[in-house]
């Protein structure tokens, strides 16, 4: 039974502020009150608003709209188009995911030797993060121009020919993929070369006494031990991919192969189609998609995190 | 330590955050019934043509306007010198606004500022597959009491050009940067391939060119599909006797149609002798990688500063079937309808003056766009870029454009999906227009028929 059992029918006692509470309340709604404000304002009430929209048939532009339920949740989710843009958000968000954060580990090794010129190098490495994607954009396209590009005239001097980047759509993910993992590789080996330099050196070098050769050593001890590197890494990358646009809108402005779940939302409100309602209903599709692989990950992969 | 706040017990975070949040809550679900107003019915025409029309006769003009511009054709300067001389004129001051570097982006700002319901300008750059749309929803008011206000001589203006923003009766916009496409050719390749120094008169005249052309990488390209592939490809559908739609009956998935894009995907495919671009067909050209293509009469000044070789330009091919094949394109300027009338009849003095006959020829001047007026004196224009004529000329043999391409939301980029799976990935073409016809007559359904009065 409870321990806190009243009278019945009686109503249960509400506890006091005692002086100290109501001015440690006063002091916490001092100040948080105008950062809950503005975050109300500017995250939360966009956020509500756009789930109500999604609910709309909503032409971009018209003052007048006709509430239609589920009805835009059921036309994403039950057409070719719909399936095709998960599908899209799925691959490049697994490849470059994948492709970052293992590139980017292989990068920290190798910035993490004790070599000469490493500060210059790990500059470089880290430079392509800060630049903007809009730029990164335009001058890949010059690259793999298949008439004007570098690459089509190193192909050339192989006796290949380019293939069509922009029009095929398949290679236009590829192309996007590539110059995304590019820009983000730099992230990760970084956060990987902090990590791989704050691993407990003893236990390497007892295990190298012990005779552990360093594919040994990578693998049974500073892997296990960069788990919570990986994870950090794992939640940041997949959600900085899946909210990828910029260079997919540069690159591939037709959308055609690249159109991941926010540039389809961005096709369907601004690209010409104007469905704002529709739109909507995809960001909230994406929305709550993050939401899910967020929980998942803090509640199911965390549990396989090595924290030292 | 003692002046430092402590956490807040349990029970008072608990209680002070539910309380806050449901507070919260209730705000933001008010909050949220904001934007459009919402009905039960399928909507309507928000106001376009139901509108009640602004007497002028005493109205006086905003000293103060905002032009909302994409600069078509590479025109920021020549607007920008034609701006000094309008407010020289006038006294009107206008904020000559760069609002985005294409007719989609341009439209992308302008629907959300109607969104907004703030922020909008006197004049708005308006393509010609963005107009209807604005008419639709509302967001463009009718210029004829602007012009019969200001005494505008519409008859002075070039009548098919006019007549593309007529519906209903009214007049929703003026030409502005206008153009067709053309056909551009390499006249070195031309001379080397023994051809005459002209463009084909027919598509199975070029066909039996097309091997002969072996200077560049391909003979002929194709827009690319970004570039609006459907606004070029109604040549060959109306020279083949079909077309994307007959008024609002769609003819996308007819056999003609079907024939027609057959016929383009075994130009590249089969035949070999065609490639579609990557990027603007009109840079790929100017670079001397192909000896042919159609590209905008806005591209014109571009292409002749950009090509190292001698530039020809000439009427778009046409097919078996007699009649027009060439459509008109490009922008218009249009006045919003949610803005005052002070600031609406500004908006109209800014038109009127873009659009005068000397005004017309600066900027045909400075992007290869046609001239507008018929009075226009282009001498001068064509002693310095004598290709302009070519379009002036086939501007008597246009055609208006097909309603499913240019009134339907969204079409443009169906049909650019659509000609790149035939094109780009030699998909099966019988397929694909039956998919683009369920997809343009979905639209047609849902989201202009109901608005049509």
Redesign the interface.
Known sequence: MSSTTTGQGAPPRR?R?SG??R???I??LALALPN?VLI?LFT??PL??N???ST????????????IGLGNYVEFFTSTAGHESIRITVVFTLVTVGGSMVLGLLLALALNARIPGTAIARSAAFAPYVLSGVGVGLVW?FIF????GVLAWFLRQLGLSSP??????TMALVMVMVVYIWKNLGYCAIVYLGGLQSLPQDVLQAAALDGAGPLRRFWSISLPLLSPTTFFLLITTMLSSLQAFDILRIMT??G?GTNALIFESY?QA???????GYSAAISVVLFLMLIVITVVQVRFVEKKVHYA | MTGLPRPLTASTTRRSLIGLGAAGAGALALAACGGPSVGGGSGGSDGGSAAEETDFSSVEPATEIAFWTSHPGGSKDVEAELITKFTEETGITVKHVTAGSNYEEIAQRFQTAQAAKDDLPAVVVLSDVWWFRYFLEGNIAALDPMIEKLGIDIADYRDSLVADYQYEDKQWALPYGRSTPLFYYNKDHFAAAGLPDRAPKTWQEFEEWAPKLTQGDVAYMYPDLAGYAGWTLQNVLWGKGTAWSDDWTLKVSDPKTIEAMTWVQDTVHSAGWAQVASSDSADTFAAGVCSTTIASTGSLVGVLEAASFDVGVGFLPAGPVDGPVCPTGGAGLGVPSAITPEQQLAGAMLIEFMGRPESTVAFSGATGYMPIRKSADVSALLEKTPQIQTAIDQLEVTRTQDYARVFLPGADQEMATAVGSILTEEGDVEKAMTDLQTKLQDIYTKQVEPKLS
Do not use: K, Q
Request: glycine content about 8%; proline content about 6%; hydrophobic content about 40%.
């Open positions: 506890r502020l100290r509470g001015r440690d309340a002091w916490f809950i109300a939360y009430r509500l608003t789930v109500y929209y709309l048939d909503w032409t971009l532009g018209s003052a007048s709209a006709t509430f396209l121009d298949p008439d004007f069509e980047w922009m029009n095929d759509p402005p037709t055609r096709l601004f690209g010409g189609y104007s469905r704002a």
